[in-house]
């Protein structure tokens, strides 16, 4: 990577400030139910600490508060989470800029500092530059480690590094390192399997996939829109009609581009989302059906190129996975990839990283993006702000 990170800095004696993602999922309780993103931040905070800094001010966004405080969406749950797994005291604030702010931590004997939420503030997604001057003003040397922000330039991201010598932290690095080979140069062959709601979300990304990929394998609901471009029956499964020449397109650069497309082939149908009672499988859906999840022998299909595969990128579910009776194709696929030696398996953050947890095979790949929205457009081969900001090596 061209930046540095934070084995760069010198921070021994320093206050380094962390832009970390700890946008936990939480209860009613105010309970966090998945902790992987403080995990995820660990080896960073404790190489940090391992270098005697004076302080460590760790900062989030949790939820959308959109500049408001929202008593729920507090950074409390998650100090307490860090004082049990840091073993040291944890200062929480109240406040994420300020004297009051200042004064806090300068007359804390905790090491580690919390910010509060940076999205109580509006200024933080506008990219306030005075706001982001604040900021850097707590501390000496910046940090980001928070991968699933780093698609958006905001003043935790973008706007510190003007003012501070900002580097990478382990987590950004190691996603920049799996999806950067997938995407400049991955070990062929290179399989991708594409899945998920939307054709409009991935179009990009199938563009600029063509001119690695050796096979995408196309399921889910997006499927549709592109087998109603070859002339296909889809009933009333998910199609996007405004994206169809879009579609018909594609299968034509793929073609030109030698990239092998596999659309799904057979089809759970039900002829009403809530009426499980109702799913069959068919290879042609007829009017009234809905296809919720890719059939036997599209899986069986997938499965054989994905068993040639050397490099395999995952993004979106083949299937309404979060629904058992749907979710078959999805499990199928997911367990699949756990079997396969030798190959480098990366998923896509958001909903293909909850279906690996789901089906119990996350420690099976290669790498999970933590990042749904930056895997997306750091795989399209767009330029992520908050690491093109980083001081360069
Ligand atoms: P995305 O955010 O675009 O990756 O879409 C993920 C969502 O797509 C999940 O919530 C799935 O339930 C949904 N999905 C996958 N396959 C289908 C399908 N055949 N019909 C409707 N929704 C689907």
């Given at each position: 990577?061209?930046?540095?990170?934070?084995?760069?800095?010198?921070?021994?004696?320093?206050?380094?400030?962390?832009?970390?993602?700890?946008?936990?999922?939480?209860?009613?309780?105010?309970?966090?139910?998945?902790?992987?993103?403080?995990?995820?931040?660990?080896?960073?905070?404790?190489?940090?600490?391992?270098?005697?800094?004076?302080?460590?001010?760790?900062?989030?966004?949790?939820?959308?508060?959109?500049?408001?405080?929202?008593?729920?969406?507090?950074?409390?749950?998650?100090?307490?989470?860090?004082?049990?797994?840091?073993?040291?005291?944890?200062?929480?604030?109240?406040?994420?800029?300020?004297?009051?702010?200042?004064?806090?931590?300068?007359?804390?004997?905790?090491?580690?500092?919390?910010?509060?939420?940076?999205?109580?503030?509006?200024?933080?997604?506008?990219?306030?530059?005075?706001?982001?001057?604040?900021?850097?003003?707590?501390?000496?040397?910046?940090?980001?480690?928070?991968?699933?922000?780093?698609?958006?330039?905001?003043?935790?991201?973008?706007?510190?590094?003007?003012?501070?010598?900002?580097?990478?932290?382990?987590?950004?690095?190691?996603?920049?390192?799996?999806?950067?080979?997938?995407?400049?140069?991955?070990?062929?062959?290179?399989?991708?399997?594409?899945?998920?709601?939307?054709?409009?979300?991935?179009?990009?990304?199938?563009?600029?996939?063509?001119?690695?990929?050796?096979?995408?394998?196309?399921?889910?609901?997006?499927?549709?829109?592109?087998?109603?471009?070859?002339?296909?029956?889809?009933?009333?499964?998910?199609?996007?009609?405004?994206?169809?020449?879009?579609?018909?397109?594609?299968?034509?650069?793929?073609?030109?581009?030698?990239?092998?497309?596999?659309?799904?082939?057979d089809f759970m149908v039900?002829?009403?989302?809530?009426?499980?009672?109702?799913l069959k499988l068919v290879t042609?859906?007829?009017?009234?059906?809905?296809?919720?999840?890719?059939g036997p022998?599209?899986?069986?299909?997938?499965?054989?190129?994905?068993?040639?595969?050397?490099?395999?990128?995952?993004?979106?579910?083949?299937?309404?996975?979060?629904?058992?009776?749907?979710?078959?194709?999805?499990?199928?696929?997911?367990?699949?990839?756990?079997?396969?030696?030798?190959?480098?398996?990366?998923?896509?953050?958001?909903?293909?990283?909850?279906?690996?947890?789901?089906?119990?095979?996350?420690?099976?790949?290669?790498?999970?993006?933590?990042?749904?929205?930056?895997?997306?457009?750091?795989?399209?081969?767009?330029?992520?702000?908050?690491?093109?900001?980083?001081?360069?090596?």
């Amino acid at each position: 990577m061209s930046k540095i990170n934070v084995k760069d800095l010198e921070l021994k004696g320093k206050k380094v400030i962390i832009r970390c993602d700890f946008n936990v999922p939480l209860d009613d309780d105010l309970n966090i139910t998945d902790d992987m993103r403080i995990q995820g931040a660990l080896p960073t905070l404790k190489y940090v600490l391992a270098q005697e800094p004076a302080k460590m001010i760790l900062m989030s966004h949790l939820g959308r508060p959109k500049g408001e405080v929202i008593e729920k969406m507090r950074l409390i749950p998650v100090a307490n989470r860090l004082k049990e797994l840091l073993g040291e005291d944890v200062l929480m604030l109240d406040d994420c800029i300020g004297d009051d702010v200042k004064a806090s931590i300068a007359n804390s004997s905790a090491r580690v500092v919390v910010l509060e939420n940076l999205r109580f503030h509006k200024e933080e997604t506008k990219n306030d530059p005075a706001f982001a001057e604040q900021l850097a003003s707590l501390a000496d040397v910046y940090v980001n480690d928070a991968f699933g922000t780093a698609h958006r330039a905001h003043a935790s991201t973008e706007g510190i590094t003007k003012f501070l010598r900002s580097a990478a932290g382990f987590l950004l690095e190691k996603e920049i390192s799996y999806l950067g080979k997938a995407v400049q140069n991955p070990e062929k062959p290179f399989v991708v399997i594409l899945g998920g709601a939307k054709v409009s979300d991935k179009i990009l990304l199938i563009e600029n996939l063509l001119k690695k990929a050796d096979a995408i394998l196309i399921g889910g609901g997006m499927a549709y829109t592109f087998l109603k471009a070859q002339g296909k029956n889809v009933g009333n499964s998910l199609l996007e009609a405004d994206k169809i020449d879009i579609a018909k397109d594609l299968l034509v650069k793929a073609k030109e581009a030698g990239v092998n497309i596999v659309l799904s082939s057979d089809f759970m149908v039900v002829d009403n989302f809530d009426n499980k009672d109702s799913l069959k499988l068919v290879t042609d859906i007829e009017d009234g059906w809905e296809g919720l999840d890719i059939g036997p022998a599209t899986r069986a299909k997938f499965k054989e190129v994905l068993s040639t595969a050397k490099t395999v990128v995952w993004n979106g579910p083949v299937g309404v996975f979060e629904i058992d009776a749907y979710a078959q194709g999805t499990k199928e696929i997911a367990e699949y990839l756990a079997t396969l030696k030798g190959v480098t398996t990366i998923v896509g953050g958001g909903d293909s990283a909850a279906a690996v947890s789901k089906f119990g095979v996350d420690d099976k790949m290669t790498h999970i993006s933590t990042g749904g929205g930056a895997s997306l457009e750091y795989l399209e081969g767009k330029v992520l702000p908050g690491i093109e900001a980083l001081t360069d090596k």
